[in-house]
């Protein structure tokens, strides 16, 4: 089972790799199709929907949810989509100082699950979906926005991985050393 996601995982980098720098929707839409060996036919759906939708997926990745779609079609093509989508993203290298002091991703408005502590113990959300980095509060809830020290309950493992689990909105931060992103 765990071959699986391994696997998943090294298609995602190579994806990650080939959509670097597009600027055409066939150059992120052609190595998706190669890389994760989507069929010919579920490819120029896509093509033909983002023509239709009249915007573009590189200013904004999250159109693709606009698209439409079968509900008998689910949670496989969902999953493509998220991924189609996170090759936009990564293709139009947004850069800047961004901040999640919202609850959610600057950048795609995704809720952080995922965070950075950096060698000066400063905490930087990174969206798992389009890898937007930001700061946010040391010590606090960056979902529900909470800082009191109090509703938030910090699990540690011995490699110093840390879990922030908010009792006001019951969610939970992921929180690494910035090595182990280098």
Not at 122 to 142: D, N, Q, W
């Amino acid at each position: 089972h765990l071959e699986e996601v391994l696997n998943l995982y090294e298609k995602l980098l190579q994806f990650k790799q080939e959509v670097k720098g597009a600027s055409k929707v066939e150059e992120v839409l052609n190595p998706f199709a190669e890389v994760f060996q989507v069929p010919y036919e579920f490819v120029s759906f896509l093509k033909e929907g983002i023509k239709k939708l009249n915007e573009d997926p590189f200013d904004n990745p999250m159109c693709l949810k606009k698209l439409p779609l079968e509900k008998e079609q689910g949670e496989e093509v969902e999953r493509s989509l998220f991924i189609l989508m996170k090759g936009f993203y990564l293709a139009s290298e947004r850069k800047g100082e961004y901040s999640f002091e919202e609850g959610k991703c600057p950048v795609c408005g995704s809720a952080p699950s995922l965070a950075m502590i950096d060698e000066d113990n400063r905490r930087y959300i990174v969206c798992t979906l389009c890898e937007t980095r930001g700061k946010i509060f040391r010590i606090g809830c960056a979902n529900c926005l909470v800082k009191d020290p109090n509703q938030i309950d910090l699990l540690v493992d011995e490699d110093e991985i840390r879990v922030d689990l908010c009792k006001k909105c019951k969610s939970c931060i992921k929180s690494f050393k910035a090595d182990v992103f280098a």
